[in-house]
């Protein structure tokens, strides 16, 4: 693969003219590195890394890392970065340890290889496949669609064989979850068995006596919260077994994971799994009926009879519920995730009372008494009407500023023209220092310069390019965040205009327009509009 391909190679007189690659490093591991030796990261860096020192038309310009992402879906955040860069010019030549790091897919992974990067003129070569796309005698590629396909069906496979055992451990009755539920603890001694957690299980023995008794789900949350009962997600996060903030979620107890406990067989000494199955990369429901279940696989936390009991009481409160009140479908809550107590900062509740929606704080009731000062309770339709009136307001500012926006345009425009020019210049500047970087190669190859000569003036003239390329690159994205501003805010002032002929606060309306909504009280509502500041970002903007 050290050999240079003529591609590369052209004759102006009799001297060679060497092109450089602008290279990409591209690592993937199936199962995210867990600082272990093998096929690691550092491995794969490293394994690149020594083929390309012995390369010098190849420079190494950015890495890219999916740690952790199965090589049959492209959907990579790293993968993704790349082919941007490939289409904006900075990458011409990907680099893999082999083709199986690129892909597991053989249709896409040929659709990149044979199609996409020949395409984009960019280089591609596998140090362990032996291949390089401009080397002629490194590998044939007839060999990429057969390795490809290979690879596949690897994939295809493993994936398959652990499907099938994990099947095997369920109708056997083992454990095959990453955490054990909660109030059960995994077996030192075997991961597949569950134990009981004595820090955990008399919160779900309580929670069962509970609703034994006939208590709301609602109460039996504010009471373990009262209590400062961690919950499921904060506890786990306390041992170590989460990391991620998503995963612990808000720390407040909820209805509906007291609805899930109160509904899980596990706790009656039953192994109950396969609850999901993945296609296509995605989880997806499995019928109860398909369930694998696997009675007195380990010790129970509540009886048979009281799990039935609180099945048979819920059941008979939901009945109660329903002959109560007419089953109407409930209307799309717009402002989900939007909508805050200005008093105590927790979401506000959306409830249908009497063929009327309201929003009003439940934190005294699901988190505690004490918890929220304030008292809200707002209608919606008397909530709707005070955005509109304040949208009305707000929004008249925009089309109003648009005639001098549209004059910061005008600007906009001769600063473009200023800046393409001081962009072209600065692209001369890189191309001449480009151009002395390869006759210093040119230099080295020859033996005219020794190698501690070639690296130090190397090294000068790519620090000189690198500046040159960032203030290229930073006068483009001011250019491009300018007019950007300016066509948003034009076009938003004449959609504000035509919002104020039709005012009916819609789905798209809130999510267009509303970034966050305090409500202190009925009179005392503060509205955090998306475009509020959109008009001065663009006003602070300057013209030399």
Not at 27 to 44: A, F, P, W
Not at 223 to 245: F, M, Q, R
């Amino acid at each position: 693969m050290a050999r240079k391909s003529r591609k590369n190679i052209a004759s102006a007189d009799e001297h060679p003219v060497i092109k450089v690659w602008k290279t990409a490093l591209y690592i993937r591991l199936s199962v995210e590195y867990n600082g272990k030796r093998g096929d690691s990261l550092e491995t794969q860096r490293q394994i690149m890394e020594d083929c390309l020192a012995l390369c010098p038309d190849v420079e190494i310009t950015e890495i890219y890392i999916d740690n952790g992402v199965s090589g049959q879906t492209f959907d990579r955040q790293g993968f993704q970065k790349m082919l941007a860069d490939i289409e904006s010019g900075k990458i011409d030549c990907v680099v893999v340890k082999d083709l199986s790091r690129l892909g597991r897919n053989a249709i896409d992974t040929g659709y990149y290889t044979e199609y996409y990067f020949p395409l984009h003129h960019v280089r591609f070569i596998a140090v362990n496949d032996r291949y390089d796309s401009e080397d002629a005698g490194s590998g044939s590629s007839f060999a990429l669609p057969i390795k490809n396909i290979v690879n596949e069906g690897y994939a295809l496979e493993a994936s398959r064989k652990t499907r099938l055992q994990l099947q095997r451990s369920m109708m056997a009755g083992e454990f095959v979850g990453a955490r054990p539920p909660y109030g059960y603890r995994k077996d030192p001694e075997n991961c597949h068995r569950l134990l009981v957690n004595e820090d955990t299980a008399p919160v779900i023995r309580q929670i069962f006596r509970w609703a034994a008794d006939g208590a709301p789900l609602d109460v039996i949350v504010r009471w373990l919260n009262e209590a400062d009962v961690l919950t499921p997600g904060y506890y786990l996060a306390s041992i170590g077994l989460i990391t991620s903030e998503r995963l612990m979620g808000s720390g407040k107890w909820q209805t509906w994971t007291i609805r899930k406990i109160l509904s899980d067989q596990v706790y009656t000494g039953d192994m109950v799994q396969g609850k999901t199955s993945a296609t296509a990369h995605k989880q997806s429901l499995v019928r109860p009926e398909d369930w694998i279940v696997v009675k007195g696989t380990h010790e129970p936390l509540v009886s048979r009879e009281l799990f039935d009991h609180v099945q048979a009481v819920r059941a008979q409160a939901s009945r109660k519920g329903g002959a109560q009140t007419e089953r109407v479908p409930y209307t799309e809550n717009i402002l989900r995730g939007k909508i805050f107590c200005g008093c105590c900062g927790k979401s506000l509740h959306r409830q249908r009372s009497h063929g009327r929606y309201v929003y009003h704080c439940i934190a005294n009731d699901r988190i505690g008494k004490g918890s929220c000062p304030g008292k809200v309770r707002l209608r919606e339709d008397d909530l709707f009407s005070a955005i509109l009136t304040i949208l009305q307001k707000e929004g008249a500012a925009i089309v109003e500023n648009s005639f001098l926006v549209r004059q910061m345009g005008d600007k906009a425009a001769g600063q473009k023209t200023k800046t393409a020019q001081e962009v072209s210049e600065l692209r001369q500047e890189i191309e001449q220092d480009r151009k002395h970087l390869r006759g210093l190669y040119e230099s080295f190859v020859a033996g005219r310069l020794t190698r501690l000569e070639y690296q130090a003036q190397k090294a000068g003239y790519e620090q000189k390019i690198g500046a040159a390329s960032a203030q290229a690159r930073q006068l483009l994205e001011r250019q491009e965040l300018l007019e950007k501003e300016v066509n948003g805010y034009l076009d938003l002032s004449v959609w504000l205009a035509s919002v104020f002929e039709n005012p009916v606060l819609t789905a798209s309306l809130a999510d267009r327009v509303i970034e966050r909504i305090d409500v202190s009280s009925s009179k005392d509502i503060d509205i955090h509009f998306k475009f509020k500041n959109e008009f001065y970002q663009t006003e602070g903007v300057e013209y030399e």
